[in-house]
């Protein structure tokens, strides 16, 4: 079977975000559904600037730098890299954040099988649908960067975990 998939190199990443569904169901549930909310009524400019915005806030606690100042620069400039060669991001995430990512659910302990299962396996899910094209599908429903709210509520989620709950 050929894959037709725009971006493959991204389907790891895919999954990741579905973690916080095992550790934080009602905090990933409602944060997927106001954000995907409110970025349905956001304009493209508006939706690439609140990825930009919180990709850098994400990003940066990929660094491990204590002052905010530098952890904030060193993820702004990774982001002004990505802007110039976008295939750098997607190397990024899948080589670097997302096993970090899981690596980190490693660490804690927490339901591990669970999460993990949960992230790889919605990864796989995606594969047909990104393969039937429904990516775009869903850009013609409810725009371009559709995907920013999910986005946003892993981000949020994400944050919400690591400073209020471990």
Known sequence: MMMLIKYPLLIPTVGHGATSLIVSPYAT???NFLSCLCIYYCSYFQRVTLLIVFSIYHIADDFNIKNKLYKYSWSSLFHLAWLKWPL???CYLTLVHTPRHYFNIYKRKLRVTQQFIIGVGTSLVAIPFLNANLDSKLNSIFGELWY??????????HSYYNNFLT
């Open 88 to 90: 750098l991001s997607k």
């Open 29 to 31: 549930l409602a944060s």
């Open 148 to 157: 920013v709210g999910p986005i946003i509520a892993h981000i949020i989620v």
